[in-house]
């Protein structure tokens, strides 16, 4: 299994940027997708960004351009990096991590969320 703890979040200004961090623990040679998901209020949770173990990256085209996904294998880390944020980014951020296992069962996880908030 894999536990997932984000961070980074917090509130800005329009325009400005931000760093999210996910730190994965436990059976982490078995991650292969790590990636950004966010929910703003009243709104589904949508995909903003992931990549693969040998980093290939997928973004929502409402953020190409101002986000870029990354990642440390020997970390077990995934970042988002944000800029030109708008008001309309304001949601809670979440990790998501895909692994699958020797017996080829896939596990998905997910952090707690971490807030980020545009506004002036």
């Known amino acids: 299994q894999v536990q997932v703890a984000e961070s980074g979040g917090g509130l800005v200004q329009p325009g400005g940027s931000l760093r999210l961090s996910c730190a994965a623990s436990?059976?982490?040679?078995?991650?292969?997708?790590m990636g950004w998901y966010r929910q703003a209020p009243g709104q589904t949770r949508e995909l903003v960004a992931d990549i693969t173990s040998n980093g290939n990256t997928n973004y929502a085209d409402s953020v190409k351009g101002r986000f870029t996904i990354s990642r440390e294998n020997a970390k077990s880390t995934v970042y988002l990096q944000m800029s030109s944020l708008q008001p309309e980014d304001t949601a809670l951020y979440y990790c998501?991590?895909?692994?699958?296992?020797?017996?080829?069962?896939?596990?998905?996880?997910w952090g707690q969320g971490t807030q980020v908030t545009v506004s002036s």
């Open positions: 998501q991590v895909i692994a699958v296992d020797t017996t080829s069962t896939v596990f998905v996880s």
């Open positions: 436990g059976s982490t040679r078995s991650i292969r997708t």
